[in-house]
């Protein structure tokens, strides 16, 4: 509870009310006595006076309605991937992770020229990679020279693709992975929010494979993992189209990573998607506009201190993590606001945003886990487990003070204890 902020800002808008509501009062009163000849001029531009008391309190008010149609929502996600083997990695309890990781190894088992396409996409090699390697390589001798006259030198360098370094890493697969990541997470929202609207009757739709012709054109992965079982070769040579489990099928999995997701958004009626450029999908309503951006340009992100050894078990050179960033941008259309029944069926725009932000922002996963406080306690006990024990209550000088004299007092015995044997020879 914020008691002050919350009386500060309820004071504040006590106060806006009352001058609009007295601004409008006047400008009526003053109207309605111009009409009615209460108030004599010989100016009848004098009218305008009223009519702009009364339409600025109004204007306002209309404003402040149209402003908040519209609101939007960042993401911080992340994707990663091996340097060494060039796969993709998943971060154990990070649910955007781990879904990208099985849509990628699903479209990368069906189709290995998938796997192909990402490794040159995101380890570019075309870079003189040679010319560059016997420069680090002649680097790396002279540091080796100098740690051998003593000294260890550590060096932060800043490169481009002029001088040999690494290209911006971008991939249109990954997005589109990425896509179908956040498409599924939309599905699973829309369907537990919805759950509870069975007898709806038209006011529901289900938007399934074949009313996203172009969406599926533009998006390799989606296409392909939404393709029905009979369809697709690596299914018919396990035979389980033959028989198939009885219901609507959602999704299949294979032991080696092969899958099968059913497409279908339960939307209100008269809603479509689109897909109007790459990492851009829009979900529009008869009321407003979700809109969702997604952007990986390649970025290297920043993992917490420690967090690839100790929570990951992977060397920290071998990880390569990507920043995604997602935008989930909600509008609403001028005309709805008029409207004042029926908003049930569209208050998941404003709750799939935070479901996102529960599966897939990173800063948040890392809260959900304590992450901070287990480093902590990671350190600590390391520290116990060396032998390093805490300084007693009240340390500091006094602490020194006390070691230095056992110190000084051991040294004084010592003399004492070597002389002992040449007493007794």
Not at 66 to 72: E, F, P, V, W, Y
Request: glycine residues 6%; aromatic residues 8%; charged residues 25%.
């Amino acid at each position: 509870m914020q008691p002050i902020s919350t009386s500060l800002a309820r004071r504040q808008d006590f106060i806006k009310l009352l001058i609009l509501g007295t601004l409008l009062a006047f400008g009526l009163n003053l109207l309605v006595s111009y009409v009615y000849g209460a108030i004599e001029t010989a100016s009848p531009y004098w009218v305008l006076i009223p009519l702009a008391l009364i339409l600025f309190p109004l204007g306002y008010a209309v404003s402040l309605a149209i402003s908040a149609r519209s609101g939007s929502r960042e993401i911080e996600a992340m994707a990663l991937f091996n340097r060494e083997s060039r796969e993709v990695m998943e971060i154990d309890r990070y649910s955007f992770s781990e879904d990208l990781r099985r849509i990628i190894v699903a479209v990368t088992k069906e189709n290995p020229a998938f796997q192909e396409i990402l490794s040159e996409d995101l380890f570019p090699t075309a870079v003189s990679r040679e010319d560059n390697g016997e420069a680090n390589h002649g680097r790396r001798e002279e540091l080796n020279k100098k740690e051998d006259q003593g000294g260890e030198y550590i060096a932060i360098v800043k490169t481009s693709s002029e001088d040999g370094g690494f290209e911006m890493r971008s991939s249109p697969l990954l997005i589109e992975a990425i896509e179908f990541a956040v498409l599924k997470e939309l599905s699973l929202h829309l369907s537990s929010y919805f759950n509870d609207y069975q007898g709806s009757g038209d006011r529901l739709i289900e938007l399934t494979r074949e009313h996203i012709p172009d969406v599926l054109l533009k998006n390799r992965v989606l296409a392909l993992l939404t393709t029905p079982i009979e369809e697709r070769p690596i299914f018919r040579k396990s035979g389980i189209h033959k028989n198939p489990p009885k219901g609507t099928v959602h999704s299949i999995w294979s032991r080696d990573g092969v899958m099968f997701e059913r497409f279908d958004l339960i939307v209100p009626s008269g809603s479509k998607l689109d897909r109007p450029e790459q990492g851009r999908l829009e979900l529009t309503t008869k009321r407003g506009v979700v809109r969702i951006t997604i952007r990986c340009h390649g970025f290297n992100a920043n993992l917490p201190r420690g967090f690839e050894s100790l929570y990951m078990r992977a060397p920290h050179c071998s990880v390569l993590p990507l920043a995604v960033d997602i935008q989930v941008e909600t509008r609403l259309k001028l005309i709805a606001l008029l409207t004042p029944r029926g908003w049930d069926y569209y208050r998941w725009m404003d709750s799939f945003a935070e479901w996102i932000v529960h599966e897939a922002h990173f800063p948040s996963f890392l809260a959900n886990i304590g992450w901070e406080r287990a480093l902590t306690g990671f350190i600590l006990n390391l520290g116990t487990a060396r032998g390093q024990q805490p300084p007693k209550q009240g340390g500091g000088s006094s602490q020194l003070a006390h070691e230095s004299s056992q110190n000084s007092a051991a040294d004084t015995d010592r003399p004492k204890a070597e002389a002992e044997p040449e007493a007794k020879d």
